[in-house]
């Protein structure tokens, strides 16, 4: 049985005040039946440990660099972000493939990376409005998916974010039956690379313009194991409307 997370990523937003959200939802959320996690940008994340405590709410980086240490200036390495009390990173979003040119290849490396310093890795897999268009929605996902996990893969050490690049902050969502197709063509390729067990193991969440109005309907959808969200993770009083639908 996969357990449900709710994730969110606050991007580039966020200063000490932000804080104040996380303390609320944590007051909110002192043994939640699903597991939550906040991925704030790299400049709050140990306070935000700190101030997590020892409350469920997990915390995460955004990015990492593929390599351990070194010569990189302005990126944060897994380790780093492990010593900052993260255990999750996203990686591959759409929008550090699209401003940054991430290769799957990247993603793939920087997983590996991520997952060797104990972190779960939460890996970004999107198509375009053109490629959804042109009917190349499951040749994209399934080319994402096979380059950008690594082998070793497992249900404790990666979780697979479907987020269709033209749903993101966009307030636009694909039918029920649209991320239906989707979920379970990405659960059938982890199955068939990774095994029965495994592949049954990892969890898929959806993101893109998820809010309390539609998160109900979104999680009764077949294989969707939670969700990634953007703009309404920011406030505690929107997320939690997320919260509360998937628990
Ligand atoms: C995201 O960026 O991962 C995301 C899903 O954003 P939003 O919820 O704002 O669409």
Same mark, same amino acid.
């Given at each position: 049985?996969?357990?449900?997370?709710?994730? *969110?990523?606050?991007?580039?937003?966020?200063?000490?005040?932000?804080?104040?959200?996380?303390?609320?939802?944590?007051?909110?959320? !002192?043994?939640?039946?699903? +597991?939550?996690?906040?991925?704030?940008?790299?400049?709050?994340?140990?306070? %935000?440990?700190?101030?997590?405590?020892?409350?469920?709410?997990?915390?995460?980086?955004? +990015?990492?660099?593929?390599?351990?240490? *070194?010569?990189? !200036? *302005?990126?944060?390495?897994?380790?780093?972000?492990? +010593?900052?009390?993260?255990?999750?990173?996203?990686?591959?979003?759409?929008?550090?493939?699209? !401003?940054?040119?991430?290769?799957?290849?990247?993603?793939?490396?920087?997983a590996g990376t991520a997952m060797e310093n104990g972190l779960t890795a939460v890996v970004c897999l999107g198509e375009s409005l053109a490629q959804r268009e042109a009917n190349n929605t499951l040749d994209i996902i399934g080319g994402q998916l096979a380059g950008s996990v690594p082998d070793g893969a497992t249900g404790e050490n990666l979780v697979i974010a479907y987020e269709?690049?033209?749903?993101? *902050?966009?307030? %636009?969502?694909?039918?029920?039956?649209?991320?239906?197709?989707?979920?379970?063509?990405?659960r059938e390729r982890l199955i068939r690379r990774f095994g029965e067990e495994t592949g049954n193991a990892i969890r898929i969440l959806y993101g893109g313009s998820v809010k309390a109005a539609n998160a109900t309907e979104i999680f009764s959808v077949a294989d969707v194991d939670g969700a990634l969200v953007g703009g309404a993770s920011l406030k505690a009083s929107d997320f939690s409307g997320i919260i509360d639908a998937l628990e």
């Open positions: 049985m996969r357990r449900k997370l709710a994730a *969110g990523n606050w991007k580039m937003n966020g200063t000490t005040i932000s804080l104040t959200e996380a303390e609320n939802l944590a007051k909110a959320y !002192t043994s939640p039946s699903v +597991d939550l996690l906040i991925c704030p940008p790299s400049t709050l994340l140990s306070r %935000l440990s700190e101030t997590l405590g020892n409350s469920p709410i997990a915390t995460g980086g955004q +990015d990492c660099h593929a390599a351990t240490s *070194g010569a990189h !200036t *302005g990126d944060v390495s897994a380790e780093m972000l492990k +010593d900052s009390g993260a255990t999750y990173v996203i990686l591959g979003h759409s929008e550090r493939r699209d !401003t940054y040119d991430e290769e799957s290849e990247e993603v793939r490396a920087k269709p690049v033209w749903a993101i *902050g966009t307030g %636009l969502v694909p039918t029920l039956e649209q991320i239906a197709e989707v979920h379970g063509f990405i």
